[in-house]
């Protein structure tokens, strides 16, 4: 026992230490403006029927004059009053003019005037409002009284006695449909800045130096678009109805220029005599019209708010 060798133990081996694990932060993957409407129409097939309708609203207004079947214009006295049919879908008016084109290429003047006046009444109405909501004092009485006095009268007379009083031309009911429109955009925006003038966000901008119009640029009316944009698609349907409105009691555009209401207010003398379709597929245009600027609303306030992003 004492002769043998004492076997010492081997000397133990250190073990490598493992590195610690880095801590990787990787920001969310950003959702595109393509990829959040693809959502918000999936999401919701009437908003989705809504842009669809809008899209054959703009081609329709953007190229329809161009690849209509007949001229708008154009008369056929041997044509006059026919049903609809294969060579006339919408039939005929009363001097044979193609309904179908005529129907069509109106889209246009009716898409401008709407455009048009909604793009006026956001730059009076919105920006004074907001103006009105962020500065109060003097502007917000101003504002407020301007507003009191157009809301005090009946608004779709109020546009007959500015399109009677100034001719009826598009430039003058453009303006007269944006006159009547004026107070709920001035008091839409005026309540949505006196919200946000005294948020945390915009003390701090203020803090860091930014001036009043740089806060009004960058801090309020990007926050509230939203509800504008919501308010802007719906007053595009009522500008639509009111120019129709005026050109069915004689004060809107003059014929022979088509336009839906020029053309149901011809047609409703011939509807009981029994040649309806003269008044009814501009109506139905009009309808289609209005019906989709009131669905688009809930879709455009998804698509441009902040918080709706997915």
Sequence with gaps: MNDMAKVEPAPAQAIPAEPAPTLRFEAPPSTSLWAHARHIVAENPVTGLAFGL???ILLAAIFGPSIVPYDP????TNAALQAPSRAHWFGTDQLGRDIFSRVVAATRLDFSIAIFSVALVFLMGGLAGVMAGFYGGWIDKVVGRVADTIMAFPLFVLAMGIVAALGNSVGNIVL???IINFPLYARVARAEANVRRDAGFVQAARL???SDWRL????????IMPIMAVQMSLTMGYAI?????????GLGVRPPTPEWGIMVAEGASFIVSGEWWIAFFPGLALMIAVFCFNLLGDGVRDLVDPQRRN
Excluded: D, E
Aim: hydrophobic share 55%.
């Design 54 to 56: 809008f899209a054959l």
């Design 73 to 76: 214009l154009a008369s056929n």
């Design 176 to 178: 007269a449909t944006a």
């Design 208 to 210: 860091s130096g930014n």
């Design 216 to 223: 009004l640029l960058t801090q309020i009316v990007p926050n």
């Design 241 to 249: 109805l009111n120019a129709a409105g005026l050109s069915f009691i």
